[in-house]
């Protein structure tokens, strides 16, 4: 299933969530330029539990960025075309209504805290994974963890996939979000002592969408 757009109308520019998408498609571009430098561009701006955790510890990583700035530099960063285009759907689809309720500063705080933590819930359950972490997926499932709180009967125009032709459904966000959540849930749990070079954060995702519909309300979300 893959979300086109919500019927639920907002009454502002969402111009952080547009700024949010510009910046990511720009590090984008920046990264498929550089070839054999990628890797170290991730080692860099990446978060890599095993480092975090190092560094909680005190001991030196020798990187010019401190480790913990690479939980905030690491939502900007993705792993390839579909991941990044992935992200920036859901996060168009769901991030401006919630922007419009929470007010473009609060959003942003609201949007990066929710990254942090889903990066350090992935780090709670891959301590010693030297795999680099990337992608806005923690933060954006923040916004849909609050998108599910404030609007669960929202209609989602949803693009499904029927044999060899597609068609569009109007589905309430209580079970499209509801849906996306209980896979990621079962995804984490079934990748506990799995080895962390999978490539997936699932437990990020779950982080992610459990703390934003926490964060949200605190901060104001239902006050209207």
Known sequence: MIPIH????????????????????????????????????????????????????????????????????????????????????????????????????????????????AGLTHWFFAMQSGVPTVGASGAIAGVMGAYIIKYPRAKIVTLLPLFIIFTTVRIPAIYFLGFWFVQQAFSSVASLGMPSSAGVAYWAHSGGFIFGAILGPMLGLMSD
């Open 6 to 117: 919500d019927e639920n109308p907002t009454h502002s520019t969402p111009i952080v969530v547009y700024a949010l998408i510009a910046i990511n498609v720009v590090v984008f571009l920046h990264q498929i330029t550089l070839d054999a430098g990628l890797d170290g561009f991730f080692q860099l701006y990446a978060t890599i539990p095993q480092q975090l955790s190092a560094s909680f510890d005190g001991v030196p990583t020798n990187q010019p960025v401190p480790e913990i700035l690479t939980l905030i530099t690491s939502q900007f960063l993705h792993g390839g075309l579909m991941h990044i285009a992935g992200n920036m759907l859901f996060l168009w689809t769901f991030g401006d209504n919630i922007e419009h309720d929470l007010g473009h500063l609060k959003f942003l705080f609201f949007y990066l805290a929710c990254g942090v933590l």
